[in-house]
């Protein structure tokens, strides 16, 4: 009995390492490890705040929380080094303001690229006083942009002066 045991491990063990050995064939519909490999372009520029096109509204509450819904504002995204992220952003920002002066905020925004197509874009943000404005954007490319992915991160230490940015396009 001790043998039989011994015979299924061996063969479960054969049948497991023929299964996943790179030399066995693959289903060409399941992509290679090869293909799953990622490829990035990173890119670094500045925003600045255009316009103020809409008017949040505000809510006040009786703990001293302000809730700002649906602020509309324009900026111009200057990215030399990657012109597929280049240009002039709208977005609508939703923002939760505390008694201490910080906030949480969070929207969309939308980038069009003349001639090449735009990013629908996702974000969420914070500002702590002494310590500034942060942004973490998440965008999917559409029209020419289409399948591809990016991610920005939009910092500014004194609210009111141009943003720096960072970030990548997720290529492959």
Avoid at 55 to 75: A, M, S
Avoid at 127 to 136: L, S
Wanted: aromatic fraction near 12%; charge should be negative.
């Amino acid at each position: 009995m001790k043998r039989l045991v011994v015979v299924f491990l061996l063969l479960v063990i054969a049948v497991f390492y023929v299964g996943c050995s790179e030399n066995y064939p693959s289903d060409p519909n399941i992509p290679s490890a090869n293909t799953l490999e990622k490829t990035y372009a990173f890119f670094s520029g500045t925003s600045t705040t255009t316009a103020w096109v809409k008017d949040p509204k505000i809510i006040t509450l009786p703990d001293g929380r302000e809730l700002w819904r649906g602020l509309i504002v324009t900026t111009d995204d200057v990215i030399l080094d990657e012109p597929r992220v280049n240009g002039e952003v709208n977005w609508v920002v939703n923002l939760d303001a505390y008694p201490d002066g910080s906030d949480k905020r969070w929207g969309t925004g939308e980038l069009i690229i003349p001639d090449m197509g735009k990013w629908d874009m996702t974000y969420k943000g914070w500002y702590i006083p002494g310590e500034g404005v942060t942004y973490e954007v998440d965008g999917q490319g559409k029209g020419e942009l289409r399948g591809l992915k990016a991610h920005w991160t939009y910092f500014v230490e004194t609210p009111g002066n141009p943003f720096e940015v960072t970030g990548f396009i997720i290529e492959k």
